[in-house]
C-alpha cells in the first residue's frame, strides 16, 4: 500500500514522504491515526505544500542544530507540576509541558513530536530528556519536576 505521511512517523519517514507499507499497517493504523494519507496522483500534488511547511519549522541545517544543541544542553529546565504527598505526580508531565518549559526557561522554540522520553514522568525529581534536532544531531538536558 503506497500512503503520503502528514506526520513524522519513527522509522518510516518525516511529513511529506511517499512510502510503501503492509495494507494492514496504512489501513488499521496510519490512516485513522491520520499520520498519512492515501496515495493518489492529486495527493501527491499536495506533497509540496506539506513539505514547504515542515521547511518553514524545520531547523534549517547541521550549523543551526549544533547552535540550538549548545542553547539547550547550558540551560536549567524546570516545570512545576501537582504532586500528592511522597512526590507523586497527578497525572504525568506531557512533551508539550516540557517545550513550554524549555521556552519558559530562554530555550528555542521545539516540537513535542521530536522529544525522546525514557518513560512517563509521574513523580518529582530530575530526567533526562532527549531531543531529536536534525538526522545527525541529538540534544540531551536535564528536566527538574518539581511539586507546586
Known amino acids: ?41 492529486g495527493a501527491e500534488k499536495q506533497v509540496t505544500v506539506i513539505k514547504r511547511a515542515r521547511s518553514a519549522r524545520e531547523i534549517r541545517d547541521l550549523g543551526h542544530a549544533n547552535e540550538v544543541k549548545g542553547q539547550l544542553e547550558g540551560l536549567k529546565v524546570s516545570l512545576k507540576a501537582r ?18 518549559a524549555v521556552k519558559a526557561a530562554g530555550g528555542p522554540t521545539l516540537d513535542r513530536r521530536r522529544l ?26 536535564d528536566l527538574n519536576v518539581v511539586q507546586g
Request: aromatic share 8%.
Open 1 to 41: 500500500m503506497k500512503i503520503i505521511l502528514t506526520q513524522e512517523v519513527s522509522g518510516l519517514g518525516a511529513p511529506g514522504d511517499i512510502v510503501e507499507v503492509k495494507n494492514g499497517y496504512g489501513r488499521n493504523y496510519l490512516l485513522p491515526q491520520g499520520f498519512a494519507i492515501a496515495w493518489t496522483k
Open 83 to 100: 504532586a500528592g504527598d511522597g512526590g507523586r505526580l497527578f497525572g504525568s508531565v506531557t512533551p508539550a509541558e516540557i517545550v513550554d
Open 116 to 141: 525522546e522520553l525514557s518513560g512517563a514522568i509521574k513523580s518529582t525529581g530530575s530526567y533526562p530528556v532527549r531531543i531529536k534536532l536534525h538526522p545527525d544531531v541529538t540534544a540531551k538536558f
